[in-house]
């Protein structure tokens, strides 16, 4: 089945860096990559997504690229702010029916 | 809408008992599944229904029992409570399949001890 690697665990930033997390996945037939956050004690919530036809899509701070090839595909998030800090996940799907997720990279923006 | 509702939010449970996790949700949403949270282990996928009377396994099923007879609701059931199974548990729920927006409930902590 589909396996997701997500890097890093953690990750420690200034307010107003760019933060990148990355993560790769095992099965070239997956379409579709999700990204959640989690803020502490709250449910995932969708931030962004991309499709396999899809190379990159942006949301305001947010954006995502998808490299077929290498399997692999990250969230950029430009000029963080404290309310940036929360677990994100990574998630990757081949068919409409298992959603498999990554195991997480806490994020943590200081002022 | 209130969207996706699990209840309770908190269960401490003994080695060996069982009980239910309920989850409904009133956006008319086919698609409906539970994903159990460990640290450093992410979201894992329990058991996910693409519709009223149709359920099927994820990657970690094993201890756990569900079933879909309508399609708002979509219960968790333990049947015999084993430490293994403390966790955070979510439902979510998405229009038709696990491929669009999931909308995720607030979660049910459970440990058994």
């Known amino acids: 089945g589909e396996n997701v690697e997500q890097h890093p665990s953690t990750l420690s930033v200034q307010e107003g860096d760019s933060a990148v997390i990355k993560c790769t996945y095992s099965?070239?037939?997956?379409?579709?990559f999700p990204w959640y956050k989690q803020e502490l004690g709250k449910r995932p919530q969708l931030i962004i997504d991309?499709?396999?036809?899809?190379g990159e899509k942006k949301d305001q701070r947010i954006a995502v690229t998808l490299n077929k090839t290498a399997k692999h595909f990250s969230l950029h998030i430009t000029e963080t702010q404290p309310e940036d800090s929360a677990v994100y996940f990574c998630?990757?799907?081949?068919?409409?029916?298992?959603?498999?997720f990554g195991t997480g990279t806490r994020l943590l923006v200081s002022p | 809408n209130a969207g996706v509702t699990q209840t309770p939010k908190f269960q401490v449970l003994k080695t060996g008992q069982s009980m239910t996790l309920q989850c409904a949700q009133d956006?008319?949403?086919?698609?409906m599944s539970w994903y159990r949270q460990d640290p450093g282990m992410g979201l894992r996928l329990i058991h996910y229904?693409?519709?009223?009377?149709?359920?099927d396994q994820g990657e970690v099923p094993n201890g756990y029992n569900v079933s879909r007879s309508t399609t708002e609701d979509f219960p968790l059931r333990l049947l015999s409570a084993a430490p293994s199974q403390t966790s955070v548990y979510f439902c979510?729920?998405?229009?038709?399949?696990?491929?669009?927006?999931?909308?995720f409930g607030s979660g049910t902590q459970l440990s058994v001890l």
């Open positions: 956006m008319n949403h086919e698609y």
């Open positions: 998630a990757a799907s081949k068919g409409f029916q298992k959603l498999v």
């Open positions: 229904s693409v519709g009223a009377g149709i359920t």
């Open positions: 979510a729920s998405s229009y038709s399949t696990a491929n669009e927006k999931l909308f």
């Open positions: 099965d070239s037939a997956s379409n579709y």
């Open positions: 991309i499709r396999s036809n899809v």
